[in-house]
T-cell receptor, first 113, second 112 residues
Framework: KAGVTQTPRYLIKTRGQQVTLSCSPISGHRSVSWYQQTPGQGLQFLFE???????NKGNFPGRFSGRQFSNSRSEMNVSTLELGDSALYLCASSSEGGSGELFFGEGSRLTVL | GENVEQHPSTLSVQEGDSAVIKCTYSDSASNYFPWYKQELGKGPQLIID?????GEKKDQRIAVTLNKTAKHFSLHITETQPEDSAVYFC???????????FGKGTLLTVNP
């Protein structure tokens, strides 16, 4: 069974640009969550989607947004990039989202110059 | 909001020794406690978990204990091997929030 797939794995952007990251969950999983990992803040929750509905959102500015498609694939977007947005963005999938068993992808490493 | 404290931040042991990592959580409604192992350049990998209705769970060399009253849970690794070297994260989860709250991580180094 294929795991969680995230694309792109690495990307470099400049301040003010926007970026879109993609996540394909494990087949059959309907819940997708996004986390930001930085050395200073650790792993921080961004948002969670289930059946195209956002069920929870973390404490991030409105520049961070996401969506989920009918096939459970998800994207997150960060607009007007800032230097502090440089991080590893991790996607995790779960069968229903209420059990807690989250399986993570390898992440997308974003560098903002 | 929910907070998870994890100690120690770094841990160095000799191959064959045991390693223990401890976490405390603040939200009494949390009901699921997973542990993740993250190797360099990779995403976190779920290695063991425990639910709030269980006090202890074991999987080969790895065990987790939970004390709901004290809001403590711990990871125990016995007979450590060099390939156990990684960053370990504890987390807590409340089903109604659909999110994991992570500890800051423990860098475990197993010296051959």
């Amino acid at each position: 069974k294929a795991g969680v797939t995230q694309t792109p794995r690495y990307l470099i952007k400049t301040r003010g640009q926007q970026v879109t990251l993609s996540c394909s969950p494990i087949s059959g999983h309907r819940s997708v969550s996004w986390y930001q990992q930085t050395p200073g803040q650790g792993l921080q929750f961004l948002f969670e989607y289930f059946s195209e509905t956002q069920r929870n959102k973390g404490n991030f500015p409105g520049r961070f947004s996401g969506r989920q498609f009918s096939n459970s694939r998800s994207e997150m977007n960060v607009s007007t990039l800032e230097l502090g947005d440089s991080a590893l963005y991790l996607c995790a999938s779960s069968s229903e989202g209420g059990s807690g068993e989250l399986f993570f992808g390898e992440g997308s490493r974003l560098t903002v110059l | 909001g929910e907070n998870v404290e994890q100690h120690p931040s770094t841990l160095s042991v000799q191959e064959g020794d045991s390693a223990v990592i401890k976490c405390t959580y603040s939200d009494s409604a949390s009901n699921y406690f997973p542990w993740y192992k993250q190797e360099l350049g990779k995403g976190p990998q779920l290695i063991i978990d425990i639910r709030s209705n269980v006090g202890e769970k074991k999987d080969q060399r790895i065990a987790v204990t939970l004390n709901k009253t004290a809001k403590h849970f711990s990871l125990h690794i016995t007979e450590t091997q060099p390939e156990d070297s990684a960053v370990y994260f504890c987390a807590s989860y409340r089903g109604s929030n659909y999110k994991l709250t992570f500890g800051k991580g423990t860098l475990l180094t197993v010296n051959p």
